[in-house]
């Protein structure tokens, strides 16, 4: 049977949580020990800190809250926790609080920290975080991606982000209205970048990547700004040893300015916000054009340089070439010079041979055995050999006698002695066949 809305008893919200206050209040009257993780800790100009902590299951987060440490105690109780941990409260700690539980009708739940147990320094999430890290270094997978050259001019960029993300926006329009009007082609693959969905999605987003990989120079990640808490996905083994196999370079922009996330460290290389990608991205094509002019400038030197001593070259050889003339008329010179003189040896040569012809003409002609025998001598044989001595002779011995007219047949009756000149002067006249 349904009641009239007058008749049915109904709260105010503010009655609500007044009796939700009383209700916390008898429930947790004295401050307790509780564990957590900072997911994130923020402290303002007048001293209060304020934390977002967590606690999960695996990448599931269970339960969420945020405490309070107001500046009187966390002035007293950060001394204390740095003093023994050499850290500050930061992100991925877990810590053990003493805190009270409180409930503002305004505010809602929240804890009053108290005190820290310095003891618990390293939270699940940091714990986890260095897991993965090691696992990485232990599978060589840490520095895979970050062996891949990256194109020395990176134009086309898949980029991975939300669509609706300010760092998208900040990205693009940084990339396109760079300063000196390079032309970039980035193509956007959607994907969730928090949440417990964050991690499927961007393996998702770079599994349609790979299958176009030949279209692109280079992959960026890019979120930019949000809570802490948000960026867990980013610590996820699957999502980093996908980056480090990745067949691109993978760049990462996720928009944080304290630890570096797991996926950071996998990839390539990583900025801390999408606007500082873009501007490496654009310092890649000025450095490379930079190069370029370089090179331009080098080609133009050695081309003036080359011109300069082939000019040089082509002066000497024309140098050359107007004196050839001269030289050819200084060889005909020499040329002539060297014909006179070769002629006057010969006519010397001939003149000195025609003389040592002509007396040895004449001095054959005086010897000459006729003409001896004309001017009265006479040639006298033995048995066919010439006679130079007459001791070879005997008393009885046939010779005959050669005169310029005839010849006389005699036999040796007897021998007498001449004078010595008289020898001389025969043997002279009548020298023998081995010319003694």
Same mark, same amino acid.
């Given at each position: ?364 002609? %005086?010897? +000459?055995? &006729?003409?001896?025998? @004309?001017?009265?001598?006479?040639? =006298? #044989?033995? !048995?066919?050999?010439? %006679?130079? +001595?007459? &001791?070879?002779?005997? @008393?009885?011995?046939?010779?005959? =006698? #050669?005169? !310029? ?10 021998? @007498? ?20």
């Amino acid at each position: 049977m349904n009641r009239s809305s007058q008749d049915r008893k109904a709260f105010t919200l503010h009655e609500l949580n007044s009796a939700i206050r009383f209700a916390v209040g008898q429930a947790f009257p004295d401050a307790l020990w509780l564990i957590a993780e900072i997911a994130e800790a923020n402290c303002n100009q007048r001293g209060h800190c304020y934390l977002d902590l967590i606690e999960k299951n695996d990448d599931r987060t269970l339960a969420q809250m945020k405490a309070t440490i107001w500046a009187y105690d966390y002035r007293k109780l950060c001394n204390k926790f740095e003093g023994q941990t050499g850290e500050s409260l930061r992100q991925g700690m877990k810590v053990m609080l003493f805190a009270s539980v409180t409930f503002h009708e305004v505010y809602g739940l929240s804890l009053n920290v108290k005190d820290i147990d310095p003891a618990y320094t390293m939270g699940d999430m940091a714990l986890r975080k260095k897991e993965i890290i090691e696992r990485l270094i232990k599978e060589r997978l840490m520095d895979l991606n970050r062996a891949l050259p990256l194109p020395v001019a990176p134009q086309r960029i898949a980029v991975i982000s939300s669509p609706t993300a300010a760092g998208y926006g900040d990205f693009f329009n940084h990339l396109d209205r760079n300063l000196y009007g390079y032309g970039f082609i980035h193509v956007l693959f959607p994907a969730l970048m928090q949440g417990a969905e964050a991690e499927q999605s961007l393996l998702s987003a770079l599994d349609r990547i790979a299958r176009v990989a030949h279209l692109f120079d280079a992959v960026v990640i890019i979120r930019g700004g949000g809570s802490s808490i948000d960026l867990s996905c980013f610590d996820s083994y699957a999502l980093a040893s996908r980056i480090a196999r990745f067949p691109l370079p993978v760049l990462t922009g996720i928009g944080h300015e304290k630890d570096d996330t797991v996926a950071d460290m996998a990839a390539h290389t990583k900025m801390k916000t999408p606007t500082a990608v873009a501007e490496f991205l654009i310092s890649g094509l000025r450095a490379f054009e930079e190069t370029i002019v370089d090179i331009q400038g080098r080609i133009a030197t050695l081309a003036e340089d080359l011109l300069r001593d082939e000019h040089f070259t082509l002066e000497i050889i024309s140098r050359r070439v107007t004196r050839v003339p001269v030289l050819v008329a200084s060889a005909q010179n020499r040329l002539a010079m060297h014909i006179r003189n070769m002629k006057g040896t010969v006519r010397h040569l001939i003149r000195r041979t025609t003389d040592k012809l002509d007396h040895v003409d004449r001095a054959l002609r %005086i010897l +000459d055995p &006729a003409n001896v025998l @004309k001017r009265g001598y006479s040639i =006298t #044989r033995h !048995n066919g050999q010439v %006679i130079r +001595d007459a &001791a070879r002779l005997k @008393k009885g011995d046939v010779i005959e =006698t #050669r005169l !310029n007219r005839g010849a006389v047949t005699s036999i040796i009756g007897e021998k @007498k002695e001449v004078r010595r000149n008289e020898q001389e002067q025969t043997a002279f006249l009548f020298p023998g066949p081995d010319g003694a």
